[in-house]
């Protein structure tokens, strides 16, 4: 199975070149493929804020190339570079602080940087760093494909239909996707006939990036609005939710892109199975609950607006980006160091004592 992924791997939205960071411009998708050149950590920063692009991994491989560009242009200016270098630590920390990963890469760079001997080239050091972050997702991301499989496979039968939420897909990640990778992989292996792409408003990442994702394999789906949810878990025979997250609580709370929550009870009341897909990395042992993750807003424009035109006035608006989903509505966790059904604080601290799955 695993060679038939990687024969299978189509999609890429992030790319390392010369020096010089290139993005899939996702905001131009599905009509452009367009690349955006990032060249210093500002520029990085941007992108991640601007929805250049989206999901965890993402923003955090492309964070850990953000920090090397910064290095190198305090390099090249002289001086202090280890206090300049600061500045691209805060700039790129506070680009999404959702993120768990985002943080975790951030001290990953740190540290490595902390452990230069006098003779290392620093830029160097964290090029090979970068690289391994990014190379390190995409084989996570293969590792949780095939776990996810065989709970599809452990809990029903070939053949079914599955919904998903948001973009947790090749756009998302450093490659193949945490949700949209065991999608995959499920589809790969006759287990699903058919996805439902929830809309996922106001941004439209279903239509815009997962059915694109999934049309470039020739994935059976049906794009489906947002509060149609519940009609077809109730008439098309949905088995699975598969989603991504941003961040995972110490209780089993998770963090995902808005509409996540009310999917998963939607799914616990016709009997469809809930499942998490996504890196350790994003695991927060440090805060107790959901009710401790920042959650960003959007711009209220983005709902009192259609097609550049404002079609409201005098009124406010709510346009929170994630939300929390309680762990008693998830029935499985799958992460590349192992699977938590019914998550939990202890089942949780005891994965995260866990070696990483080869």
């Known amino acids: 199975m695993r060679d038939r992924l990687l024969a299978a791997e189509k999609v890429k939205a992030i790319d390392w070149r010369d020096g010089v960071l290139y993005l899939l411009d996702q905001r131009a998708l599905p009509?452009?493929?367009?690349?955006?050149?990032?060249?210093?950590a500002e520029g990085v920063a941007e992108a991640i804020r601007s929805k250049v692009l989206h999901g965890a991994p993402a923003i955090s491989i492309c964070a850990a190339y953000g920090l090397l560009l910064g290095l190198r242009q305090r390099l090249a200016a002289g001086g202090d570079w280890r206090a300049a270098l600061e500045a691209d630590f805060a700039v790129l920390s506070s680009a999404l602080p959702t993120t768990a990963n985002l943080s975790w890469v951030l001290d990953r760079m740190r540290e490595?940087?902390?452990r230069l001997k006098e003779r290392d080239d620093p830029s160097q050091a964290l090029e090979a760093q970068a690289l391994g972050i990014h190379d390190s997702d995409r084989e996570a991301n293969l590792t949780m494909a095939l776990l996810g499989v065989e709970l599809i496979r452990k809990y029903q039968g070939s053949e079914q239909a599955v919904m998903t939420h948001g973009n947790a897909g090749a756009l998302a990640g450093g490659g193949f996707g945490t949700a949209l990778g065991v999608i995959r992989a499920a589809w790969l292996d006759g287990m699903v006939e058919r996805v439902y792409v929830d809309e996922t408003r106001p941004s439209l990442q279903g239509p815009r990036l997962t059915a694109w994702e999934l049309a470039q394999d020739g994935i059976p789906l049906t794009v489906n609005a947002d509060s149609a949810a519940a009609h077809l878990m109730k008439t098309k025979g949905i088995t699975w939710v598969v989603v991504g997250a941003e961040r995972v609580a110490a209780n089993g709370d998770v963090a995902s892109s808005i509409g996540t929550y009310s999917l998963?009870?939607?799914a616990m009341h016709h009997g469809v199975r809930f499942m998490v897909v996504a890196s350790s990395s994003v695991i927060d042992l440090e805060l107790a609950s959901g009710d401790d993750i920042p959650l960003e807003e959007g711009e209220g424009a983005e709902l009192l607006e259609f097609a550049g035109h404002r079609v409201v006035s005098g009124v406010e608006a709510c346009n929170p980006l994630f939300?929390?989903?309680?762990?008693?509505?998830?029935?499985?966790i799958v992460t590349e160091k192992g699977v938590v059904e019914r998550p939990d604080a202890a089942k949780l601290a005891q994965l995260m004592c866990r070696k990483r799955l080869h």
Do not use: K
């Not at 493929?33 to 210093?40: H, I, K, Q, R, S």
């Not at 939300?323 to 499985?332: C, E, G, Q, Y």
């Open 31 to 40: 009509f452009e493929e367009t690349w955006l050149a990032c060249t210093d």
């Open 112 to 114: 490595r940087l902390e």
């Open 264 to 266: 998963a009870v939607n």
């Open 323 to 332: 939300d929390v989903t309680p762990a008693d509505l998830i029935d499985v």
